[in-house]
């Protein structure tokens, strides 16, 4: 029972972080779910705000407008999971859905959801808190800061777990003004159980996609863990030293000359991506007591999702009688799901501008029939360092095209420091390849085979 003298939740629209990766995703699932592109969200990311200021200006000027967005700190302890979810939840229509989408913050499972005409729910959220007196460089201080404000989370959450993220190289200055905390859900929350019993027509399957990628993790507590750096931004955790000329010039770069070398022989878990993995046995025991399929889909990285969604894209085009002949190459949060489908496009999802992930989609259009048309949205990363690929690699990527390259002049302008908006990849998708009309809906069970042919070779896993 709700105690009348507690102070009221903190609303959801301030605790999940407009920058993380689930935000993007769920507003554009939920726009195409309702027909609609995202030329409508053009809120600039923090790191992308304020370039006609000189650097010893623009740094303080982007932490004052990060802390602003961050939840407030004497709020901290109002963080609600529950509320949270019942605000994912809600962005939705009322049902009945043929399927919902579950898992990882990943671009194709937002292309994925779109064409079955499903749900995304993440299986987690980011929230940031300011860190008063922070400091790029000084990650034990951000580490032990962080461990009192999951407390506090913790303290008023049964059923999750808070996982603490420090990343220069993917925050680049923010990281001493903010800390991000990963609220990732062990069990199903109410408000998911419900929508997955009300929302799901008959025979209406849960599809749970998780990227299994490990990274080295320091647990504090059962429920508690830190992990410095991420695997979505092509640093290794060993390359996290200053004896690393590459990540020695990214923290002279952010004004940092102090770095403490990272634990390097700490075990690895799972990465921040992955979600937890008791959540896969609690959907496994709602599909068997709700009498409904459930599947579960694991991949080892994000470019395999990616390969996979996108060979199932072009064999459901061609099945269709539609032009599968142009690609759109995206990343980070450019995306445009509704717009890819009534173009007709073929999407491949790159997590970020890391040159690994533009290595894997050179590899995939390489290894694919060729298209005709193929353009790419590079997001900037909002940092300089040598981990991100450079602007020759993306006008590479697109000369795989036949006939039609395009790479976004207005992305590559502001390549690497400057993100940009959602709306930036509505813009050039709309320009360039128009609307054909808007497609019927993917079956599930062709999906389901589809990906699991595909995903085969690749190592992606379907049960």
Same mark, same amino acid.
């Given at each position: ?12 629209? /301030? ?99 779109? =064409? ?12 940031? +808190? ?7 460089? $000084? ?25 603490? +993220? ?50 080295? +993790? ?90 996979? +969604?996108?060979?199932?894209? /072009? ?70 360092? $040598? ?13 795989? =095209? ?62």
């Amino acid at each position: 029972m709700t105690d009348p003298l507690a102070p009221p939740a903190l609303g959801a629209e /301030r605790v999940v972080c407009p920058d993380g990766p689930e935000r993007p995703l769920l507003e554009a699932v939920s726009r195409a779910l309702l027909r609609r592109g995202c030329e409508d969200l053009d809120r600039v990311p923090v790191l992308g705000r304020r370039g006609n200021l000189p650097g010893d200006l623009r740094g303080p000027a982007l932490a004052y407008e990060d802390c602003a967005e961050a939840v407030p700190l004497a709020q901290v302890d109002r963080v609600d999971a529950a509320a949270v979810a019942g605000w994912v939840t809600g962005r939705y229509p009322a049902g009945p859905y043929p399927a919902v989408v579950l898992g990882s913050a990943h671009g194709s499972a937002a292309h994925l959801a779109a =064409a079955l005409g499903a749900p995304w729910l993440p299986t987690g959220f980011t929230v940031r +808190v300011p860190w008063p007196g922070g400091s790029v460089g $000084d990650w034990p201080a951000a580490m032990e800061w962080g461990a009192q404000l999951a407390d506090l989370i913790l303290a008023g959450n049964p059923g999750v777990t808070v996982r603490q +993220v420090h990343d220069p190289a993917g925050r680049g200055p923010l990281c001493g003004a903010t800390v991000t905390l990963h609220v990732r859900w062990q069990r199903l929350p109410a408000a998911y159980r419900e929508f997955l019993h009300t929302g799901l027509r008959p025979g209406g399957t849960a599809l749970t996609l998780r990227d299994t990628r490990t990274w080295p +993790v320091l647990e504090l507590t059962d429920r508690h863990s830190f992990q410095l750096g991420s695997p979505a931004n092509g640093l290794r955790h060993e390359d996290q030293t200053v004896d690393n000329p590459s990540f020695r010039r990214l923290l002279e770069s952010l004004g940092e000359d102090r770095w403490s070398t990272p634990h390097l022989d700490t075990p690895p878990r799972y990465a921040e991506t992955a979600g937890e993995p008791e959540l896969d046995s609690e959907l496994r025991r709602f599909g068997a007591d709700a009498a409904r399929p459930v599947h579960r889909v694991l991949y080892p990285g994000p470019e395999v999702l990616s390969a996979c +969604v996108a060979d199932l894209y /072009r064999e459901w085009l061609d099945s269709s009688g539609r032009d599968s002949d142009s690609c759109v190459v995206e990343s980070g949060r450019l995306i445009d799901p509704w717009q890819v489908l009534t173009a007709g496009l073929v999407p491949y999802w790159c997590e970020s501008a890391a040159r690994p992930a533009l290595d894997a989609a050179e590899w995939w259009l390489a290894g694919s029939r060729a298209f005709a048309a193929v353009t790419a949205l590079p997001d900037p990363p909002g940092t300089i360092c $040598d981990a991100y690929a450079g602007a020759a690699q993306w006008r590479a990527l697109t000369t795989f =095209a036949g006939q039609h390259p395009h790479l976004s002049r207005t992305a590559l302008s502001r390549y690497p420091t400057l993100p940009l908006p959602i709306s930036h990849a509505s813009e050039v998708l709309r320009l360039r390849h128009g609307r054909t009309g808007a497609p019927g809906r993917l079956p599930l069970d062709h999906a389901v085979s589809a990906l699991r042919r595909s995903g085969s070779r690749l190592g992606l896993l379907v049960v």
